[in-house]
């Protein structure tokens, strides 16, 4: 089984260890001179992550001048400055408490009008980016990755997706109201992501426990789109070696029974 489990005390632990991950690919692309490119997601689950960023900045001085995102996703129809949009999300919880360049971060549109237009302008700006080097990921309990929900195809790429009954329930706590969420979405495709030199996928709680123990014990399969990670190139080489090599960690952290 490829894919590298790290299990972690708390959220803090597994979060700090992603950031520091994180740190060290900013510093060897600083030190090569060139732009380290990350992937990033929303949701609940890499707010430890962001907050951990944001402190090794604040505290540390680590700085965002030489880094590129994309974001894995957002909500159809929703424009960036609308407070349910992931790319509202990611200004509050991140961009702007760091001091990245104008122009350096990237979330697929919500309101492009030819939508199948701006997800393949999407591809083309992580191609000329120089690909993901390391992408965050979280996971939802269809096995979507992304908003890549069941049946999503191991060449899938950014596009148009339909979201799943579960996730819009599962993400109603974000809108004023269940029926404001979107039944749409653009997202990366799974194709996109496995793309990335580095994946590290935080789960945290154990509502996660069982579509965690389904991608990694199901042969890979549509029908669980995280389960394709399995065969995702992954080394144990040291992050020195981060341009050859392809790896991914999935740091688990399940809940005990009180
Ligand atoms: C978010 C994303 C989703 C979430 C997943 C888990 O950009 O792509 O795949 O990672 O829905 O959400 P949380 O972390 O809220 O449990």
């Known amino acids: 089984m490829p894919i590298h489990v790290q299990v972690h005390a708390d959220k803090q632990a597994a979060s700090g260890a992603v950031a520091a991950r994180i740190r060290d690919l900013i510093l060897?692309?600083?030190?090569?001179?060139?732009?380290?490119?990350?992937?990033?997601?929303?949701?609940?689950?890499?707010?430890?992550?962001?907050?951990?960023?944001?402190?090794?900045?604040?505290?540390?001085?680590?700085?965002f001048r030489n880094v590129i995102t994309f974001n894995l996703d957002e909500y159809e129809g929703l424009s960036g400055d609308r407070p349910e949009s992931y790319r509202h999300f990611m200004e509050v919880n991140l961009f702007r408490h760091l001091d990245l360049r104008p122009g350096a971060t990237h979330v697929p549109d919500g309101t492009a009008t030819d939508q199948d237009q701006a997800c393949r302008a999407y591809e083309d700006a992580i191609r000329q980016a120089g690909g993901l080097d390391l992408q965050v990921l979280g996971i939802g309990r269809t096995g979507h990755i992304g908003f890549n929900e069941p049946p999503s195809a191991r060449e899938s790429r950014t596009r148009r997706v339909h979201l799943d009954e579960v996730t819009r329930r599962d993400n109603a706590g974000f809108f004023r109201q269940p029926e404001d969420v979107p039944h749409g979405a653009l997202t990366m495709g799974v194709a996109t992501i496995m793309d990335a030199r580095q994946?590290?996928?935080?789960?945290?709680?154990?509502?996660?426990?069982?579509?965690?123990?389904?991608?990694?014990?199901?042969?890979?399969?549509?029908?669980?789109?995280?389960?394709?990670?399995?065969?995702?190139?992954?080394?144990?080489?040291?992050?020195?070696?981060l341009q050859s090599r392809q790896y991914l960690v999935c740091r688990l952290l399940l809940e005990k029974k009180t």
Do not use: N
């Open 28 to 63: 060897l692309r600083q030190h090569e001179g060139r732009p380290a490119v990350l992937g990033l997601a929303t949701g609940s689950t890499p707010l430890p992550l962001y907050a951990e960023l944001i402190r090794l900045h604040r505290d540390t001085g680590l700085s």
């Open 199 to 241: 994946v590290e996928l935080l789960a945290f709680g154990s509502a996660k426990a069982e579509i965690i123990r389904r991608t990694l014990h199901e042969t890979p399969h549509a029908g669980c789109p995280a389960t394709w990670l399995q065969a995702h190139p992954r080394s144990e080489e040291h992050t020195s070696e």
